[in-house]
């Protein structure tokens, strides 16, 4: 078995450079990083185009040795590295070794969608990837980053969104035309926003809907304040409110609550 040991490495200077935003949308590829995050990549039906692993580690691991199984099954080229080149290419502090280069998910978005979220300038990408996780688990069938927003495939965005790049149609839209182009066929849109007079429980989430949440420290931007009905979580004691992810994610199962109840 042939092992890469140079960062310098061609193969690998290319994939590392997947780390760059910019780069990222010029090749249409993103690096991933993990077992769970290559596993779903593959179980989505989104396979690899190279995967590089550190064997020593890799073997060391059942789950591991399964999916490195399961990757040259479906002729994905699996490249060994040592553990120097593998850290040049992992971003996590403890990194499982095993990283994949793939192609960046393009799911189809749906033409009438039932339940929507729009991420408004949220800016942290652990926030960012919550809330695509929470969105899929809660029934929606959409997601779009509107202007302002931290990159859906930020690999901190990757890591917190368990896997729901590859199963949650989603976008990173440029300006709001596209985000209201996206969503024209959807009645009622809201915004989460503390101290707003209707509650979120109160809203009919029960029609096509949209939740629109915004930045942390800003939140909402002008142009979702403009078209959207806000809503808030009422609190108690001294809390004034939660953070983006948290209440995105409270809002997103009460609709998925009344939906289940017709």
């Known amino acids: 078995m042939t092992v890469i040991t140079s960062v310098s490495n061609a193969r690998v200077k290319e994939a590392r450079s997947l780390q760059r935003k910019r780069r990222r949308y010029t090749a249409g590829r993103i690096l991933i990083e993990g077992v769970r995050l290559v596993r779903d990549a593959l179980s989505s039906g989104l396979a690899p185009e190279v995967v590089f ?20 099954a479906a002729h994905v080229e699996c490249v060994a590295v040592s553990p120097a080149v593998f850290a040049s290419l992992a971003e996590t502090l403890t990194p499982q070794g095993i990283a994949a280069v793939v192609p960046m998910p393009s799911l189809a978005l749906p033409a009438h969608p039932a339940l929507a979220l729009v991420l408004d300038g949220v800016a942290d990408p652990g926030n960012a990837g919550t809330l695509l996780r929470s969105a899929e688990a809660a029934g929606a069938d959409l997601a779009l980053f509107a202007p302002g927003a931290v990159d859906a495939y930020n690999d901190k965005t990757l890591r917190a969104g368990m896997g729901a790049h590859f199963r949650l149609p989603l976008r990173m839209c440029a300006a709001w035309e596209e985000v209201w182009a996206a969503l024209s066929t959807v009645p009622r849109i809201y915004v989460a926003e503390a101290g707003a007079d209707l509650s979120y429980d109160a809203a009919d989430w029960r029609q ?5 949440v915004g930045n942390e420290a800003q939140g909402p931007s002008a142009e979702a304040r403009r078209v959207a009905v806000p809503v808030a979580i009422p609190m108690h004691g001294g809390t004034e409110s939660l953070n983006a992810a948290m209440a995105g994610t409270v809002i997103l199962f009460e609709a998925a609550r009344q939906r289940r109840l017709g």
């Open 53 to 72: 692993y550190v064997p020593e580690q890799a073997e060391a691991g059942l789950q591991s040795v399964a999916l490195l199984r399961d990757l040259q």
């Open 208 to 212: 096509p809907s949209v939740l629109i």
